[in-house]
């Protein structure tokens, strides 16, 4: 291809993008709102169940403590360590269950795809910034607590590109 037919198809590819409508989400004070409750995987049917790859959530009356959440991520990030627990659960004679470090955490999903008890999922929360290291790290109690993430502007896409719009119901 010559260099004047390469500047007119760079021409034309970057053309085709003029008519579509750019939007912006003025984050925090408009946050999207995600489809569904986040990613989880259903062990007996063998199928992940899609949704966003944000904070886990652990079920504390479902956790065995068998880590197998954690042996999946030790080649992985080693985000997982097991920890002891206060309270006791008949499920779970070890007293142990995952703590999380979304230092190291690559949100790949796997530990949730591993659970064969149904007490390990991923919600819609990203907002995990923190001013220290110790901070990023969520304890079993942390990860029970049902996340507040409230997203309400819906992204609607057409052939004129994408726009938002917010979610009155
Ligand atoms: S999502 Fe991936 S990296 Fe994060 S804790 Fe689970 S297995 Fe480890
Ligand atoms: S979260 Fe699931 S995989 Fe991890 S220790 Fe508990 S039961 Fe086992």
């Known amino acids: 291809m010559s260099s004047i037919e390469g500047m007119f198809k760079a021409l034309e ?8 409508k750019r939007f912006t989400l003025f984050y925090p004070e408009q946050k999207l709102k995600f489809v569904g409750d986040g990613y ?25 403590g068998c ?3 954690s042996i999946m991520c030790e080649g992985i990030a080693e ?3 097991m920890v002891k627990i206060d309270k ?15 230092g190291k955490c690559v949100f790949c999903g796997l530990c949730v795809d591993a659970c064969p008890f149904y007490a390990l999922f991923m919600t819609d929360d990203y ?5 220290t290291k110790e901070h990023l790290i969520y304890t079993p109690d942390q990860l029970s ?11 609607d896409i057409n052939e004129f590109g994408a726009t938002h719009k917010k979610d009155i119901k």
């Open 13 to 20: 590819a970057g053309s085709k993008h003029v008519l579509i």
């Open 40 to 64: 989880q995987f259903d062990p007996k049917e063998g199928v992940g169940i899609a949704g966003y790859r944000g904070r886990h959530i652990l079920f504390h009356d479902k956790c065995t």
């Open 67 to 69: 880590q197998l959440c």
């Open 79 to 81: 985000a997982i360590s």
């Open 88 to 102: 006791e659960y008949k499920q779970n004679k070890k007293g142990i269950m995952p703590q999380i470090d979304y």
């Open 127 to 131: 907002e995990l910034s923190a001013y």
């Open 145 to 155: 607590i049902k996340p507040n993430y409230k997203g309400e502007y819906v992204i």
